[in-house]
């Protein structure tokens, strides 16, 4: 062959990494989760709907009476030799065809789906309520007094393998399957051998079984390769003469620059099933928590995506914006397309360094944006790795596949917002307002002002607005510790350094913004339909109820032996908990707080504990109550960090001298007196972990240079008004007495006693140690830590396990409603 002659044949030279033998596909986790939702909705439906399911059962053996018997056994005799035989010859023609990777697949499933069937069946006869097994099993009708399986073992594996092996493409032998399979069934509800409930759960567990599986260890990946699109590309009309991979389109979008052999070179798209089912569980929130013009449309199938690009491409196209031009579009193979641009020279905005980022390119791309608005086209993608920069005057915008035509004015204005951002996360919130302004106009840019919020953002830039929070906070900390140091900025100074540091990037955009006009709208856009922190309280409070129904039990708590003087006089120290809990917050924050509202902050807090560990919550509540209060975010957080650090010192201390009261009361034969030197030492031996390692030391270095940077100081302004920190220690002395007499007082109530200093050494230590692992509120560890130390302490079993359920029910439980009242109480009036 000459030199200059065009290269044959269908396999070309494509630069591409090898694509992963297996996919695990987020398609199958989802209809694996689809299938474990189904088997408990028919358990639930088994449980609470008895008269529908036994009318249903007493239908159908009625209507069975009615059949011949010849036709039955005819049926079931097919149906048997048949259920065995069409997979079993399935996998004979797979293996012919060199397809053994999938029947593997499928016999894995099956046997997984045996071993399945065969648990859910012990645990049916063992273990389930009897409603349950009524309603899966019944007495066969050859009079064995042997119940019916509640999971037939042969239709789970042959379900799971038919479903594991993949036959969408092979319909004949699909229908052929389920022929059998669905023929067996009936016969065995025919004959009595089976419920219409174990025939559904049967389906399921086979079906659920063979997607789970096929999660796990990932299908066959039948993504189509880089030769594969060559042959696409010919078919349609294209002389390529290579191709190399490019970086992917945002979604995951597959990217190849095609050479020709004659002719510009090419941008190609491959869109296929796999990449469209990525990213679902986050689409999901997202449409669950956003309204819809805030979010995305998702095509529904390979072809909807393919139309929908293709009509963006082609109205940009129209639009006059700059944009990649549209030249073909083509399916590739059942599960993929292909879409083919023009190929635009250039680098993307995230790949230019800071400097290269001129005026003229940013105004390029906004005549870009405003010509595409003009047609009411949204982009919805405008971050930097949608911004082609061709020159240093021109740029060009790429990655239109997500938007949309005749769109919102809200959703054009979440994309001014959005490109504002963009560029001001680059070249500052000055020059990014500043080149808007001049191409689009002040009120145009002013409209956007109240959709400059995170939740409207993308994924990306959410990223790296947090990302540069942090850094600019970090990095004004460190000038604000060298420059107090070195004495050339006064403490106060230095906070008002980093609070300003602080400040977030959009409220930089907003100020900018109202300097060009200053009418523009302040009020924030709604964007979301649903917060988190709704979210969050519809779910502690199912939590809540689930825990008290199932923990808190009245024949645990014993309340026909109880004395309830006793506890009363427990229930009367939980509440002044809280007034102490408002003391150990107010001591430490040299600014006036109402004292009733501190109070019901701290009441707030029993709510907060449900989802969150107990310090971890009661942290972030006073943080967020102390800047509703009119306290600046770092002196807040300073003031909370300050109380904390007291509270720990005030715990080891009350320890210690509680420890030597109780050694001397018995000789140093308590229990708990030991459990004082194993918390030491234990405390001792993590400290030379954290030492040794060392990232954990850097870790610790770093977060006690901030805490001290805000709480000396702190507590530096504290000195100088010696009653607030009266108020403050006290408060730390009086929550852990109330809550060592609230113990002290269950135990009483159940006909026990023990020295009050044994039982703040039990109170301290158990708590410790329970509250260490970070369960919502300390919700079974702390339990378990109470009960033991008590009964380590000479408290019987018997004693110990009511007290401390009558205690946790009184300072955990019993304040959730009250706490949940607070909460929303404190929200409305702006002080949460």
Not at 77 to 98: D, Q, Y
Not at 595 to 615: D, E, I
Request: proline share 5%; charged share 15%; hydrophobic share 50%.
């Amino acid at each position: 062959m000459a030199a200059d002659e065009p290269p044959t044949g269908d396999h070309l030279a494509v630069d591409e990494p090898l694509l992963a033998a297996r996919a695990h596909r987020p398609s199958d986790l989802i209809r694996f989760l689809a299938g474990v939702m189904g088997i408990v909705a028919l358990f639930l439906l088994a449980t609470f709907a008895v008269s529908t399911t036994s009318g249903l059962e007493l239908d159908i053996s009625a209507n069975t009476q009615r059949i011949p018997g010849l036709l039955s056994t005819v049926a079931a005799l097919v149906s048997s030799v048949a259920v065995l035989a069409v997979p079993l010859a399935f996998a004979v023609e797979r293996l012919i065809k060199r397809d053994g990777l999938r029947v593997a697949d499928g016999v894995l499933a099956s046997v997984l789906a045996y071993g399945v069937s065969l648990g859910v069946d012990w645990w049916v006869a063992a273990g389930a309520s009897k409603v349950i097994r009524e309603a899966l099993t019944q007495l066969p009708p050859d009079g064995s007094r042997t119940l019916t399986d509640p999971v037939h073992g042969y239709l789970a594996p042959v379900i799971a393998y038919m479903t594991a092996v993949g036959m969408s493409s092979r319909p004949r032998w699909r229908v052929a399957l389920w022929v059998v399979v669905i023929l067996s069934g009936i016969t065995e509800l025919v004959s009595g051998y089976t419920t219409l409930l174990s025939l559904l759960l049967t389906v399921l567990i086979g079906w659920s079984v063979a997607y789970g599986t096929l999660y796990a260890i990932g299908s066959p990946n039948i993504r189509p390769t880089g030769n594969h699109l060559m042959l696409g590309l010919r078919k349609v009309g294209f002389a390529p003469a290579g191709a190399h991979r490019a970086y992917d389109a945002p979604g995951g979008t597959r990217r190849y620059y095609v050479e020709q052999q004659d002719g510009p070179p090419l941008d190609v798209h491959i869109i296929d099933r796999e990449q469209q089912a990525s990213g679902f569980f986050y689409r999901a929130w997202r449409r669950l928590r956003l309204r819809s013009v805030a979010v995305r449309r998702s095509p529904q199938s390979l072809r909807q995506a393919l139309e929908q690009e293709a009509l963006i491409a082609y109205a940009a196209a129209a639009s006059g914006a700059r944009a990649p031009q549209l030249v073909a579009t083509s399916e590739l193979g059942p599960d993929a397309a292909i879409l083919v641009y023009e190929q635009v020279p250039g680098r993307t905005l995230d790949e230019l360094a800071g400097d290269e980022i001129t005026d003229q390119v940013m105004a390029s791309l906004w005549e870009s944006v405003g010509a595409l608005h003009e047609r009411r086209i949204a982009h919805r993608r405008l971050t930097g790795e949608s911004l082609l920069v061709v020159d240093d005057k021109t740029g060009c915008l790429v990655n239109l596949s997500g938007g949309d035509i005749a769109a919102s004015d809200l959703t054009l204005r979440i994309d001014v917002a959005q490109l504002l951002t963009t560029f001001a996360l680059r070249v500052g919130p000055e020059r990014a307002v500043a080149t808007a302004n001049a191409v689009l106009g002040a009120d145009r840019v002013a409209a956007s002002l109240p959709l400059l919020q995170p939740v409207g953002m993308s994924r990306s830039t959410r990223i790296d607005l947090t990302r540069l929070s942090k850094e600019r906070k970090a990095a004004a900390q460190a000038l604000a510790l060298e420059q107090v140091a070195a004495g050339e900025r006064t403490q106060q100074q230095a906070e008002e350094d980093i609070a300003t540091a602080g400040e977030d990037l959009l409220s930089r955009i907003r100020g900018q913004i109202l300097q060009i006009a200053p009418e523009a709208p302040m009020a924030p856009a709604k964007l979301e339909r649903l917060k988190p922190k709704t979210l969050i309280m519809v779910i502690a409070l199912t939590f809540a109820a689930y825990l008290t129904l199932t923990t808190v039990k009245p024949a645990q708590l014993k309340l026909s032996q109880m004395d309830w003087a006793w506890a009363a006089v427990a229930l009367a120290a939980a509440a002044v908990s809280y007034v102490a809990a408002a003391m150990s917050l107010t001591g430490f924050v040299p600014e006036r707080l109402p004292f009733r509202r501190t109070v019901a902050a701290q009441v707030a807090g029993s709510f907060v504990k449900l989802v969150a560990p107990a310090a971890i919550g009661g942290i972030a509540l006073n943080t967020r109550y102390l800047q509703k209060a009119g306290i600046r975010s770092g002196q807040a957080v300073a003031s909370v960090g300050a109380s904390q650090l007291a509270g720990l010192a005030g715990h080891l201390g009350l320890l210690f001298c509680f420890g030597l009261i109780t050694g001397s009361q018995t000789n140093g034969d308590l229990g708990a007196s030991r459990a004082v030197i194993i918390g030491v030492l234990t405390a001792a031996v993590l400290a030379l972990v954290v030492a040794a390692v060392g990232p954990l030391r850097r870790f610790v270095v770093t977060r006690v240079r901030s805490l001290f940077f805000g709480v000396v100081p702190r507590m530096l302004d504290l000195m100088q008004t010696p009653s607030k920190l009266v108020t403050g220690f006290g408060g730390i002395i009086l929550l852990t007495l109330s809550f060592t007499a609230c113990l002290d007082a269950s135990v009483r109530a159940f006909g026990w006693s023990m020295s009050f200093s044994a039982v703040a050494v039990v109170f301290l230590t158990a708590n410790a140690a329970g509250s260490a692992i970070p369960t919502p509120g300390g919700i079974g560890p702390v339990e378990i830590a109470l009960v033991g130390a008590l009964t380590l302490s000479g408290v019987p079993p018997v004693a110990a396990t009511p007290a401390v359920f009558l205690y946790r029910a009184l300072t955990f439980w019993l304040p959730v409603l009250p706490g949940w009242i607070s909460y929303n109480v404190l929200q409305r009036k702006g002080a949460l």
